[in-house]
Nanobody
Framework: QVQLVETGGGLVQAGDSLRLSCAAS????????MGWFRQAPGKERTFVAG????????YYANSVKGRFTISRDNAKNTVYLQMNSLKPEDTAVYYC???????????????????WGQGTQVTVSS
């Protein structure tokens, strides 16, 4: 059974940092695009960051560029999202996702990802 489990969310103040982790089990994800999405109450789930499996190139939503960093450790089957300089508008449930194996590009579309975690809440107070 394939599982993605996110940890590391919490309640922080504006300007603080958090590091989210996504541990995969049930199969290896070394050939999958890994992404982070977020969903605020009443809003659609949107792309935050993604990392390619072939060259570890990273991609970010404009709203988080320069503040968030995605990375992966294939040996641990884990992907991370380091979030710095957090803002109240970053408040959302954050989801980890994995594409089908061999997808050659980082997609910002929810539909491109086959596997999803249960989400972890990040709340940033002003």
């Amino acid at each position: 059974q394939v599982q993605l489990v996110e940890t590391g969310g919490g309640l922080v103040q504006a300007g603080d940092s958090l590091r989210l982790s996504c541990a995969a089990s049930g199969r290896t994800f070394s050939r999958n695009i890994m992404g982070w999405f977020r969903q605020a109450p009443g809003k659609e789930r949107t792309f935050v960051a993604g990392i390619n499996w072939s060259d570890n190139r990273t991609y970010y939503a404009n709203s988080v560029k320069g503040r968030f960093t995605i990375s992966r450790d294939n040996a641990k089957n884990t992907v991370y999202l380091q979030m710095n300089s957090l803002k109240p508008e970053d408040t959302a449930v954050y989801y980890c996702a994995a594409s089908r194996p061999g997808l050659g590009y980082v997609s910002v579309s929810v539909g491109a990802y086959d596997y999803w975690g249960q989400g972890t809440q990040v709340t940033v107070s002003s």
